[in-house]
């Protein structure tokens, strides 16, 4: 898939769900569904991201950025994903 930005920072594969993580230098990170091949959910950070990950259980989201700072966020994952997780 395009991404609006001008290039992809990292990609990750969620560790949980089947789902593709899609960071971007413009600061978005983008939940795609594997299996419909289309976003599910889009996060809007600030700045670049120069590098970002899951935690193992896939609730954590750790985004370091071009000022250095460093954004974490809890529970990102969205509903659709965790109904749709299977196991």
């Not at 899609?22 to 670049?48: M, Q, R, S, W, Y």
């Not at 259980?57 to 965790?82: E, F, Y």
Request: aromatic share 8%.
């Amino acid at each position: 898939p395009k991404m609006p930005a001008r290039y992809v920072s990292n990609v990750r594969f969620h560790p949980t769900h089947p789902n593709v993580l899609i960071a971007t230098a413009g600061g978005t990170v983008c939940f795609f569904d594997l299996a419909k091949a289309e976003p599910i959910n889009t996060i809007e950070l600030h700045g670049e991201i120069y590098g970002f990950n899951l935690s193992p259980d896939g609730k954590w989201l750790a985004a370091g950025h071009d000022d250095g700072t460093v954004t974490l966020m809890r529970n990102v994952v969205p509903s659709a994903l965790s109904m749709s997780s299977g196991g």
